[in-house]
């Protein structure tokens, strides 16, 4: 997915180790903990990871149904996230996923209030890290009917994701959607804001300005 070219993988993690700077723990007698909290300065209910390594979204149609279960089933089963990606929320995917986050795209492909509610997590997605700045398009050939009637769209026919939300034109209503969607959850589940990794700095600094909880950067994998 994303980019051509060979890109970092998992076999390309160095960690590292502790030395001065930071003190080796005795393992028989003090643990390292890999439980991770996302969203507890505004949510409710913020989300808790044993592993802080989750699965990012991919759609409903470019996955099949059994696909996306599965991805729910691993994610709990290590005790992480997995995310719905555009055209909406299956409910395999649901019922498989102990933490499901889920994504408010430009296209609005499948996004509707009653799923948002049965959600962990919400994320606003600006961009992908593999097409930031671009919208998308899932052919027709993987448009099956069920597809089709969660995106509202004609079976069989390309159907194009918008490149930006319809709704605003710039940071500022950013902040208004995170406060409608903090709304409309009752302040229950934490509020991502997905982008692709462009003008990173400034770009997180609007984010996290506008209230969001966590901050995705998407690399060009994604």
Known sequence: MGAKRRLPSFDDLVFLTASASRYPLEGYREKCSTQTILGNRNAKKPIKLDTPITIAGMSFGSLSANVKEALGKAASEV???????????????RQSSRILVYQCLPSRYGFNPDDLRQADAVEIVLGQGAKPGGGGMLLGQKVSERVAGMRTLPAGIDQRSACRHPDWVGPDDLKIKIEELREITDWQIPVYVKMGATRVRDDVKLAVKAGADVVVIDGMQG
């Open 79 to 93: 005790g992480t996230s997995t995310t719905t990606g555009d055209g909406g929320m299956t409910a395999e995917e």
